[in-house]
């Protein structure tokens, strides 16, 4: 029997939220502070204030291009490092080392050394991107090269076809849904990882606005921001899905 796809009800969907609102509004009257857990109606009226004043959209692009331009930067390293990493396992057990201290090195470790090199700036958050990404990037494609079917490659080899078309054709048709993945994954932590990197050490952006709000001990501005970085970064991790299924439907060969 055909195991029956399992479809996505709006009306669940709706009344989880309802239920994740109303555990906050419980949680709201129980503390009953509203520096320290504001109701949902005064972040609602907060957020309504921060889109009165202007220029959400604008720290929204903000981080939106310094995460970008991290993930950008991290595909431009990993991509051909992680190829490598795939076919040699000699140059993989020479970058080991190096991709677990990036791991594991603490964000906050590195933001204290980029604000002494770079100081404030945009430098910090998309470095900050950088480092996080690579190594889940390195990984991925290592291991997409690595599922190439050997003897599919032998048989390449026999009948003369030529590298360029043996890296096309075969390299990169076991790559893709591990690249892919590899993205999926990435937009949601580049955005996040972009905020804490402005919160720290940025000039401008979502991490400013939350900042700014917590300094002044504004704590329904301080959820409000954070609720608009949350559905920002679930529609872009959306948006990711819907074009991925798009190119899928019209043949692009992803």
Not at 145 to 162: C, F, H, N, Q, S
């Amino acid at each position: 029997m055909r195991n029956k796809a399992v479809k996505k009800s709006p009306g669940k969907l709706f009344l989880g939220i309802l239920i994740l609102i109303g555990l906050w509004w419980l949680i709201s009257l129980a503390v009953n502070s509203e520096l320290v857990v504001p109701s949902p109606y005064s972040v609602i009226t907060s957020l309504m204030d921060i889109i009165k004043e202007g220029n959400l959209f604008t720290a929204l692009l903000s981080t939106f291009s310094k995460a970008v331009a991290g993930l950008l930067i991290s595909l431009a390293i990993g991509l051909p490092l992680g190829f490598f990493m795939g076919i040699s396992k000699s140059f993989e057990e020479l970058l080991r080392p190096g991709t677990m201290f990036i791991r594991s090195v603490p964000i906050i470790s590195w933001l204290s050394s980029i604000l002494v090199i770079w100081g404030i700036g945009w430098q910090a958050p998309v470095f900050i991107v950088v480092v996080s990404l690579i190594p889940h990037i390195l990984f991925n494609v290592s291991q997409g090269v690595k599922t190439v079917d050997v003897k599919l490659l032998e048989m390449a080899k026999i009948y003369g076809v030529p590298k360029t078309k043996i890296i096309k054709n075969i390299y990169i048709g076991s790559l893709v849904p591990f690249l892919l993945s590899a993205i999926k994954v990435s937009i949601g932590t580049m955005w996040k990882v972009a905020i804490v990197g402005e919160y720290i050490a940025g000039d401008s952006g979502m991490g400013i606005k939350i900042s700014d709000a917590k300094f002044y001990l504004e704590t329904p501005r301080v959820f409000a921001f954070t609720m608009v970085a949350v559905v920002c970064g679930l529609l872009l991790e959306y948006s990711f899905d819907h074009l991925i299924a798009r190119s899928k439907l019209k043949g692009l060969g992803i």
